[in-house]
């Protein structure tokens, strides 16, 4: 790792982003608890029947992390683009996509991989089978990071606004469709003791479609709100 | 030659006053198709053996339905070409495309929900098509939402550019996802070229309305542009010119 190379930025910049997350433990927290809170309001609202919540509970669980990561898209550029540092990763000479990529890692690595851990917990709340806990713990490690890596794209077109919040779901939540259909269908299949790999490879072709292509639209949008 | 033609074209003085030599061309065009195309569908065309009258109102709702996703494919493409060339007439084309196309979204959705009521049963299913042109819609919604945002026009129109652009890709991602997930509408019968499963006397009124369509899109279309250029070059010499004679 030579500190002017490419490899070099990008782990740094991943390092400088986990470090600051790191100091602010609290805020990393909150996602996490949205998470669990809005899956937990579901039976109060619809009422406790083991059967209903096993029918319901994989899209709760996705909503709810979708919603999730929504709400904590918002700091990926923000506190950058207020210090003016964001300004300084456009100019560098490295290409500004493999930096949004790196960006995009540590801001997935903080919310989206929590997620994961308490994903069982959840489930068991919810009355999913094992095998479905275990196929829910596979589609959000494949699609969660398609929802950091598309929410980027959102959050560099906003990042200049004032009210970026509300027009931000509005431009992201259309975009997720595919990954809420295909994850919380798989786990359904799952919980039905069917095969599943349908699903998980599809899920992964939208991982390798948003991971190739997320980064340039990311780096063009922050050019733009920045110009 | 064809680009000293593109470079005229695209200057604005130049497209406001063609654009405006073509509206009442197209306007009249529009009307003589439409009128066509209902009288061909709401009078001649038969009544169907399983619908009945009822299914008249496809000539409204299958050309809004090929015009929502058409005019998604223009914005895309006109922001394409504003990204690119940087030409301003592509990015005014775009967005005065995003409300227009929003309301062809929106009366698809509507004539949909009214056709599905005696035939389904229902206003609203889950059905494939139905949820991809609700999610067609809320795609334009953004793609508006986000250029009202940005008070500066042109970053405006590069933002909403690229939105329109990532839409495009993910527009068959989302269809095939929600085809999968559920499907109860009718197949395609139009689109089996060497054998339409639909009657020919339908098949006629059915395309007479889909070109009043386009060509009422390319009257509004003009007309929005117009307008949106105006207000662009309120600034310029040949605006104040246009405003005082």
């Given amino acids: 790792m030579r500190p002017g190379s490419l490899s070099g930025a990008f782990l740094l910049l991943l390092r400088r982003d986990l470090i600051l997350a790191f100091r602010r433990r609290a805020e990393m927290i909150n996602p996490l608890l949205f998470f669990i809170l809005v899956t937990a309001m579901f039976p109060l609202g619809i009422g406790a029947d083991p059967a209903l919540l096993k029918a319901v509970g994989p899209g709760v669980i996705w909503v709810a992390a979708l919603l999730a990561a929504l709400l904590s898209l918002d700091g990926v550029f923000r506190s950058d683009f207020e210090d003016g540092s964001l300004e300084q990763f456009l100019l560098s000479a490295h290409p500004v996509s493999i930096l949004v990529l790196a960006k995009v890692l540590a801001h997935w690595l903080i919310t989206g991989l929590p997620l994961l851990i308490v994903a069982p917990l959840l489930a068991v709340l919810l009355n999913l089978p094992g095998t479905a806990t275990t196929v829910l713990i596979i589609t959000l490690a494949l699609g969660t990071p398609v929802l950091s890596l598309i929410g980027a794209v959102g959050v560099a077109l906003t990042v200049g606004l004032r009210k970026g919040g509300m027009i931000l779901s509005l431009l992201v939540l259309p975009l997720y469709v595919p990954v809420l259909i295909f994850a919380a269908n798989a786990v359904e299949t799952a919980a039905a003791d069917l095969p599943v790999m349908a699903h998980v490879s599809l899920l992964s072709a939208l991982l390798v479609l948003a991971l190739s292509l997320s980064p340039i639209a990311t780096a063009a949008s922050l050019r733009i709100s920045l110009s | ?245």
Avoid at chain 2, 121 to 136: K, M, N, P, Y
Wanted: aromatic share 14%.
């Fill in chain 2, 1 to 245: 030659m064809i680009t000293r033609y593109f470079h005229q074209l695209a200057s604005p003085p130049y497209f406001y006053r063609i654009a405006g030599r073509f509206i009442p061309w197209l306007a009249v065009a529009f009307a003589l198709f439409a009128l066509a195309g209902l009288y061909t569908g709401l009078v001649l065309a038969p009544a169907d053996y399983q619908q009945g009258d009822s299914y008249r109102i496809m000539f409204i709702h299958v050309p809004a339905a090929w015009m929502s996703l058409f005019v998604y494919m223009v914005m895309a493409g006109a922001g394409a070409m504003g990204l690119i060339w940087r030409m301003k007439l592509a990015e005014v084309v775009a967005i005065s495309s995003a409300p227009i196309g929003a309301s062809f979204t929106f009366l698809a959705l509507i004539t949909g929900s009214i056709w599905g009521k005696p035939m389904w049963g229902t206003w609203w299913v889950w059905d494939a098509r139905l949820t991809s042109e609700l999610i067609l819609l809320f795609l334009y919604l953004g793609v508006i939402a986000l250029h009202n945002a940005i008070d500066d026009k042109r970053t405006a129109a590069r933002a909403t550019a690229i939105l329109a652009l990532v839409g495009v890709v993910n527009i068959p991602i989302i269809h095939y996802s929600v085809e999968w997930w559920n499907t109860l509408h009718q197949g395609p019968t139009v689109t089996k070229f060497d054998k339409p499963s639909i009657d020919v006397r339908m098949l006629i009124p059915l395309l007479l309305m889909a070109v009043a369509f386009k060509l009422y899109y390319a009257t509004v279309v003009l007309m929005r542009s117009r307008c949106e250029i105006l207000e662009r070059e309120r600034n310029t010499q040949w605006v104040k010119e246009l405003v005082e004679s």
